[in-house]
């Protein structure tokens, strides 16, 4: 998989957003991709930026069949010609470290 994008799809609510998160990423299992919800947003990963805009499009509308308003924020890293997986790109990162790119402290660093 080479095309990897950072996905935030959410309603303009004052109420808790985790049941629209979670139809967003419900959508997401219609398509060919894989992915990993962080606190902050999905980690996405797809073959091509065709099926990545697809099931970035199904979560946006998926949160917008219930909510008159939605926000989506979509970052991608569309890497043509090289095949690397979103998990290499912090195992870079940590080697560069030389240790997991987190904090042990539970309050931060």
Partial sequence: MTCIGFLS??????ESMAPYVADAVAALDEFNVEYE???MGTVIEADDS??????????????GAQSDRVET?????DKRGVDQR???KVDRVESELG?????DAEGGN
């Fill in 9 to 14: 799809v959410a309603p303009v609510v004052e």
């Fill in 37 to 39: 919800t962080t606190p």
């Fill in 50 to 63: 065709e099926e990545l805009f697809a099931a970035a499009h199904a979560a946006h509308e998926a949160v």
């Fill in 73 to 77: 924020f979509l970052k991608i890293d």
């Fill in 86 to 88: 979103a998990s290499e």
């Fill in 99 to 103: 240790r997991e790119a987190r904090s």
